[in-house]
């Protein structure tokens, strides 16, 4: 596991202080406001965890399984849906929670679908962003962290559905993939 690891880019300290800081403006942002907090699976689950510990307000929790990704590292701009939202965001204010922006396509879909579920206002908050890759354009409103453009995996972040439980965040060797 960790051999198939080239280099740690995020350390579990510079994680904990990223989600301290994300959660304090999401807590300002959204302050006297109750929240649906939408976790992006499988990859934002860890993330979203120390995320919403650091939030102070009001909050309910639900996920969606969305992706254009298929099992490698190349996007599609196929966006589907394999796991629904279990609340109904009709009239709420609500936060998007992924792991990392590429193409951007997931990102733009999830967007609008909330909207289309009327949600009464829809916020976006990845724990990475990748500007250069964007097929589509798309600003999150919170962003942990920019990197460039690298595989990296861990703290929910997979390849082929490995490598999640890392507990920090690495680039992958070129090799495992090639
Ligand atoms: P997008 O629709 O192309 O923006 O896809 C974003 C999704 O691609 C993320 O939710 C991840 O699941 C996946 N992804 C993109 N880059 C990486 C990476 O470096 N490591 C792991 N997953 C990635
Ligand atoms: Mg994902």
Same mark, same amino acid.
């Given at each position: 596991?960790?051999?198939?690891?080239?280099k740690?880019?995020?350390?579990e300290?510079?994680?904990?202080?990223?989600?301290?800081?994300?959660?304090k403006?999401?807590?300002?942002?959204?302050e006297?406001?109750?929240?649906?907090?939408?976790?992006?699976?499988?990859g934002?689950?860890?993330?979203?965890?120390?995320l919403?510990?650091? @939030?102070?307000? %009001?909050l309910? !929790? +639900?996920f969606?399984?969305?992706?254009?990704?298929?099992?490698?590292?190349?996007?599609? *701009?196929?966006?589907? @849906?394999?796991k %629904?939202l279990? !609340? +109904?965001?009709d009239g709420?204010?609500v936060?998007?929670?992924?792991?990392?922006?590429? *193409?951007?396509?997931?990102?733009?879909?999830l967007?609008?679908y909330?909207?289309?579920?009327n949600?009464?206002?829809?916020?976006?908050c990845?724990?990475?962003?990748?500007p250069?890759r964007?097929?589509?354009?798309?600003?999150?409103?919170?962003i942990?962290a920019?990197?460039?453009?690298?595989?990296?995996?861990?703290?929910?972040?997979?390849?082929?559905?490995n490598y999640?439980?890392?507990?920090?965040?690495g680039?992958?060797?070129e090799?495992?993939?090639?």
């Amino acid at each position: 596991m960790h051999n198939d690891v080239e280099k740690i880019l995020f350390s579990e300290e510079e994680l904990k202080k990223i989600c301290q800081r994300l959660g304090k403006q999401i807590t300002k942002a959204f302050e006297g406001q109750k929240v649906l907090v939408v976790g992006v699976l499988k990859g934002s689950f860890i993330f979203l965890g120390d995320l919403v510990k650091n @939030i102070d307000g %009001d909050l309910n !929790i +639900d996920f969606i399984d969305a992706s254009s990704y298929y099992n490698g590292t190349q996007t599609t *701009s196929h966006v589907t @849906i394999s796991k %629904d939202l279990s !609340i +109904d965001p009709d009239g709420k204010c609500v936060l998007i929670v992924e792991d990392i922006v590429d *193409s951007g396509n997931t990102a733009n879909f999830l967007v609008d679908y909330m909207k289309a579920k009327n949600a009464k206002d829809v916020k976006f908050c990845t724990l990475f962003d990748k500007p250069k890759r964007r097929q589509v354009a798309f600003t999150p409103d919170y962003i942990g962290a920019s990197v460039d453009d690298n595989f990296i995996v861990g703290y929910g972040l997979d390849y082929a559905e490995n490598y999640r439980h890392l507990p920090y965040i690495g680039i992958l060797k070129e090799s495992v993939y090639l």
